[in-house]
Structure formats: structure tokens, C-alpha cells
């Protein structure tokens, strides 16, 4: 993957967490059920970005990951 798509795909997985955290913190309405499990998307967004900052690291450079000697 190039740095752009990289970037683009660290800003939304950040912009997915921050949503699905502000859809989260919805106070819940009696009687109705939320359709979208909030809690393992926002784990699956942060996921997303951790990666995406690793490869980030390594586009610019840095080793990371076992060495074998």
C-alpha cells in the first residue's frame, strides 16, 4: 500500500471510532433495540488504525516484527 492510502485509511478508522463512540454514549430509548453492535466495531475501527500506524512506521523505514538472526 502507497503512504496515501495508508493515511486515508488511518483517518477512517479514527473517524469510524469517533462515531460509533459518539453513537454509543446515546443515552437508549425504552422499549427499542440498537440494530448496530457499537462495541466490537469501535474495538474493530481501533484495531484498523493500530495496524495502520504500524505500517506507517515501516513505510518510513523502521523495522518492526521479529528479526531473525
Same mark, same amino acid.
Do not use: D, Q, Y
Given at each position: 500500500?502507497?503512504?496515501?492510502?495508508? +493515511?486515508?485509511?488511518?483517518?477512517?478508522? !479514527?473517524?469510524?471510532?469517533?462515531? +460509533?463512540? !459518539?453513537?454509543?454514549?446515546?443515552?437508549?430509548?425504552?422499549?427499542?433495540?440498537? +440494530? +448496530?453492535?457499537?462495541?466490537?466495531?469501535?474495538?474493530?475501527?481501533?484495531?484498523?488504525?493500530?495496524?495502520?500506524?504500524?505500517?506507517?512506521?515501516?513505510?518510513?523505514?523502521?523495522?518492526?516484527?521479529?528479526?531473525?538472526?
Amino acid at each position: 500500500m502507497t503512504l496515501t492510502v495508508t +493515511l486515508a485509511l488511518l483517518a477512517a478508522s !479514527l473517524a469510524a471510532a469517533g462515531f +460509533l463512540t !459518539l453513537l454509543e454514549r446515546r443515552p437508549a430509548e425504552l422499549g427499542k433495540v440498537r +440494530l +448496530l453492535p457499537t462495541t466490537p466495531l469501535i474495538f474493530l475501527s481501533i484495531l484498523i488504525a493500530v495496524v495502520m500506524l504500524v505500517h506507517l512506521v515501516n513505510l518510513m523505514g523502521v523495522h518492526t516484527g521479529n528479526r531473525s538472526f
